[in-house]
């Protein structure tokens, strides 16, 4: 084993623990006398600057990886470092939204284990192993389940944590028992290696047992991506999570749990990449271009299911809510399903990787700006209810501008990122496969984000044309006003020009 | 020039926005100012592309791993939608003087509004097409809801999921064709050459026609119509009935027909006479035409019989297209612009001159006002209007109908007396308005006088005055040239026919 280049390969990883370490040291030792405010700003630059120097140790090269033994452990490069990139200015974003926030006195705590999630979700990005993958996906939620409880004073906090935790820890344990499966029937834990021996005997003839494990594995990373029906705990999570928390577990767990979805997704089509391609298993390929049989289309019918449902409950339960986070979290939901679409319907080349890493990335991004107006306006008002957001073009017109222009791009509409995402999605979906069932579940989802416009109506509607019961100022600190302008920014700019970060996407996908 | 409307439209609106608050006069007159500017560009570029082809104004790749281009191009129907808006957005801002709820926020999203109506008759590139077509939805929710009247936040809410849906079953079409044509390009001329398949474009066709067609008022998807305008303040229902429908009509004209011309054609087989998309469409439409114009008869709103006789107009734009022949085609274009033209004008003095002074509508209460002695202005503009609505030789509305009228006779003589009945209820439904709400003949009691004089209405001002001159004489003087229009729009359906509808 290469150690120089295991340590290049998880060069991020490692400066986000360091820094979360450091953060530690310094608020805990040096810190505990200061003021809340101080130490508060200390621990989130220190974090910022953490992400910082992470971006800037990684690779940003066409796909490759490191392997142990001939088979793949990390991949870097590719979708990996598009994820990557994404996880370390959606962390940095979410720790600039900690300024002021008064829910916790334990604030070197609360960023150090945002940071090491955050090497979690880094971790799930690059992981083509299934041992790999657990471990990067339990630093990852366990993270998650302390973020959730952290604002102790809270009930609803302690109960989203303790949904969140049995669910979560459930849905490890099914995870685990597919992953089991899949080793017995493979012998292996490298996912191509597994993909392989899929398609063989004697895994080939057990198919009953592959499909439960599949399943199993479903059940586990759905839980993660909160697709129905494994989504039970979002809403309550979103709901009861201190803001921050929930932007965290909205953006970057759901960017690295994608990511984690196309490694997988990847390695099941490129089952043959990297392996000494002998004449007659060209022959095989030539004959089976794109789609064949081993784990390639049951997890496809997997994630079909798993779409449409999340399309279904998502859209529909987000009309009746009163309360803007879990109108959020069943939106989420919602989003969810368009993307599990797309990965449903993952191309060999990288056409739809592209499309779904657009779509994640940007997703994220609103999400965190979404949530941070939520949390100033639940701040001012105590409440998230729908009622709290009456008459905010008149208490803070900046504020309402911002939530203006993200939930019209979480509804789709043009000039807006979202609107672009969608479109690229579902266009790389019809190109993959021309099938009616692909044209009517894009149909579908085109149907369903008609319908989404209705509740993300609801909540502008009161901002902007419902009378104000109350007309006092929202005051929005600086730091985070200027966050919120640069993520209204960003959407609204890389919806004007989607081939700004379609291009830089494109560019790691070039060598393929 | 012609793309220097949506921009000067977008700058206004985005200028608008970030005006402080409070200074409505500011707000009114930056408003006026670029609405004027796009109009003389509107103008010009309709005087300098007088007769000549299609002409592309910007062509740059935008999205090139999609094959997407930014393509404004212009032919002679655009150059008269985006003078018909040019027109409208003058007009709706002279009659929107009077707001003084968050000026400077109306004119906004007013501005906005016509910058993406302007950008989807400019675009010639399906996907340019449809992301300005929603940039011109949003804008009409929050100006119904917040400044609306009757039922607002309802007829809003109504209205823009209804738009939405039709853009929805666009998007689709767009997504579909896209996918097909596998020619790597959005470009609405690559598109309708990429040979699409006839069983494609015999479901595609459909899909995208009813998707523009909602917005455009066809039956029986036009239900949003009446309640919206009647909800929306004056400018949004002028804006509304004046170009917004016509951006649906213009969808199904330069996108559904052009792109999927083969799902006109005959299906092979019939169903109770009728054999293709093309008589399905054209009976709804002959249904609009009729059904609006009877509804529009027992009305007791003043401002939902405009919002009928909408529909009924709207019928005869859809029923001009079906023909399928040159002089049936120019007669649908041309009414687009007449009844741009004539549906705000109508608009204008019901919303502003009339209910902004009587608050009320009611055509039973305007009845007892004695309207045509305290507010002669309104009468006699409402007459002027009216005529020209029903179609009075000398305005444009009789050019439009005369054209639609032997287009289709010549497709086929049964849908012509459809038109027949339209026209004759046409007549009805515009007196008894004009009637009950202006002359009616309620001797006044002593006491009435009394109170009529305690109670002036506020003296006519000089924008309302500029707003209808400007309108009744476009009217007029179109009605009196038509050759004005016909200049421009007869070489581009002529191109249109010739090319199988390209």
């Given at each position: 084993m290469n150690y120089a280049e295991l340590f290049r390969a998880t060069l991020p990883e490692t400066v986000l623990e360091i820094a979360s370490l450091v953060v530690l040291v310094v608020d805990l030792a040096f810190l505990r006398e200061a003021a809340l405010k101080v130490r508060v700003a200390v621990a989130s630059l220190l974090g910022v600057a953490g992400c910082a120097i992470g971006f800037w140790t990684m690779q940003f090269e066409p796909a490759g990886g490191f392997s142990y033994g001939g088979s793949l452990l990390l991949s870097t490069g590719g979708y990996t470092a598009v994820v990557q990139a994404a996880i370390l200015v959606l962390t940095a974003l979410t720790l600039l939204l900690l300024v002021d926030s008064t829910f916790t006195r334990h604030v070197g705590e609360f960023v150090a284990v945002m940071l090491m999630a955050a090497a979690g979700g880094l971790l799930i990005s690059a992981a083509q192993d299934l041992i790999v993958i657990f471990i990067g996906l339990e630093l990852l939620s366990l993270g998650l389940y302390i973020l959730t409880a952290f604002a102790k004073k809270s009930g609803r906090s302690a109960e989203a944590a303790i949904k969140y935790y049995l669910f979560g820890g459930m849905s490890a344990a099914f995870l685990l028992f597919g992953f089991s499966y899949l080793y017995g029937l493979s012998g292996s834990t490298n996912l191509q290696q597994i993909a392989r021996a899929a398609i063989v005997p004697p895994a080939a003839g057990a198919t009953p047992l592959l499909y439960v494990a599949l399943v199993m594995i479903a059940a586990g990373l759905g839980f993660k991506v909160a697709a129905?029906?494994?989504?039970?705990w979002a809403p309550d999570t979103y709901e009861g999570a201190p803001a921050p928390g929930a932007a965290f577990i909205a953006s970057v767990s759901k960017v690295a749990s994608f990511a984690l979805l196309i490694g997988i997704g990847t390695a099941i089509l490129h089952l043959f990449d990297g392996v000494h391609v002998v004449r007659v298993t060209t022959g095989f390929l030539t004959m089976f271009p794109s789609r064949y049989s081993g784990l390639a289309a049951p997890w496809s019918l997997i994630l079909l299911i798993l779409a449409v449902a999340s399309m279904f409950l998502g859209n529909l339960a987000a009309l009746v809510q009163t309360s803007v986070r879990r109108l959020v979290a069943y939106s989420a939901i919602a989003h969810a399903g368009y993307i599990l679409l797309g990965l449903a319907y993952l191309s060999y080349g990288p056409r739809s990787t592209e499309a779904i890493l657009y779509y994640v990335v940007t997703y994220g991004l609103t999400t965190v700006g979404a949530f941070a107006v939520v949390d100033v306006v639940e701040r001012a008002t105590g409440s998230d209810r729908l009622e709290a957001f009456l008459g905010l073009h008149k208490r803070n017109p900046l504020l309402a501008a911002v939530l203006l222009v993200l939930f019209l791009s979480l509804a789709g509409i043009p000039p807006l990122v979202g609107f672009w995402a969608k479109f690229n999605l579902f266009a790389a979906v019809l190109q993959v496969s021309r099938g009616a069932v692909p044209f009517a579940l894009v149909a579908l989802a085109v149907a369903f984000s008609a319908v989404s416009l209705y509740y993300y109506l609801q909540v502008l509607k009161r901002a902007y044309v419902m009378p104000a019961v109350e007309e006092s100022r929202i005051r929005v600190h600086p730091v985070t006003l200027l966050v919120l302008l640069a993520v209204a920014a960003g959407v609204l700019v890389l919806g004007c020009f989607p081939g700004l970060l379609g291009g830089w996407i494109n560019g790691f996908f070039a060598a393929i | 020039m012609l793309a220097w409307t949506i921009y000067l439209s977008f700058a206004g609106a985005l200028v608008e926005a970030l005006l402080p608050k409070g200074r409505a006069a500011v707000a009114r007159w930056l408003a006026l100012v670029f609405a004027v500017a796009a109009l003389a560009l509107a103008v010009a570029g309709f005087i300098a592309g007088w007769g000549q082809p299609r002409q592309v104004i910007v062509d740059v790749p935008w999205v090139p791993s999609m094959g997407i281009h930014y393509i404004l191009a212009a032919d002679g129907i655009s150059r008269v939608l985006v003078l018909l808006t040019g027109l409208a957005a003058v007009a709706g801002v002279l009659f929107s003087w009077?707001?003084?709820?968050?000026t400077n926020e109306f004119f906004a999203f007013y501005l906005a509004l016509i910058g993406g109506v302007f950008g989807v008759f400019l675009s010639f590139d399906f996907f340019l097409l449809f992301v300005f077509y929603e940039i011109a939805i949003v804008p009409k929710y929050f100006l119904i809801s917040i400044w609306g009247s009757t039922r607002r936040e309802y007829g809003a809410m109504k209205l823009a999921l209804y738009s939405f849906v039709g853009s929805a079953m666009v998007l689709i079409g767009l997504l579909a064709a896209y996918a097909t044509s596998g020619s790597h390009s959005t470009g609405l001329i690559q598109l309708a050459q990429a040979g699409f398949p006839v069983s494609f474009q015999m479901w595609c066709f459909p899909l995208v026609f009813v998707g523009f067609a909602i917005l455009a008022g066809m039956w029986p998807f036009h239900t949003w119509a009446p309640t919206g305008h009647v909800a929306a303040p004056t400018a949004a229902s002028m804006l509304l009935a004046g170009v917004v429908m016509k951006l649906g009509a213009y969808g199904c004209l330069r996108v559904a027909m052009g792109l999927f011309p083969h799902g006109l054609d005959p299906w092979g087989f019939s169903f109770i006479g009728i054999g293709s998309w093309r008589d399905v469409f054209a009976i709804l439409a002959m249904i609009g035409i009729v059904y609006g114009a009877l509804v529009a008869l027992v009305q007791s709103d003043f401002k939902f019989v405009i919002g009928y006789s909408s529909v009924s107009h709207m019928g005869l734009v859809l029923l001009g297209l079906m023909t399928l022949n040159q002089i049936g085609m120019t007669g649908a274009v041309f009414q687009m612009f007449s009844h741009g033209i004539l549906a705000g004008l109508l608009f204008a003095i019901v919303g502003r001159i009339v209910y902004e002074r009587t608050h009320t509508r009611q055509l039973a209460d305007l009845e007892g006002m004695h309207l045509s002695r305290r507010l002669p202005f309104a009468a006699w503009a409402f007459v002027v209007a009216g005529v020209a609505s029903m179609g009075l030789p000398g305005f444009s509305g009789f050019v439009a109908e005369l054209q639609v009228i032997i287009g289709s006779w010549q497709a086929d003589p049964w849908w012509t007396i459809s038109i027949g009945v339209g026209i004759v209820v046409a007549v009805a439904y515009t007196w008894r308005a004009l009637q009950k709400a202006f002359f009616g003949d309620l001797t006044p009691t002593a006491h009435a006088l009394e109170a009529e004089q305690a109670h002036k209405f506020d003296p006519i001002t000089w924008p309302e005055v500029a707003g209808f001159s400007l309108l009744a004489a476009t009217s007029l003087a179109v009605g009196l040239f038509p050759r004005i229009l016909l200049g421009a729009i007869e070489p581009a359906i002529h191109t249109m026919l010739a090319g199988g509808l390209r």
């Open positions: 129905v029906p494994f989504h039970l | 009077n707001i003084e709820h968050r």
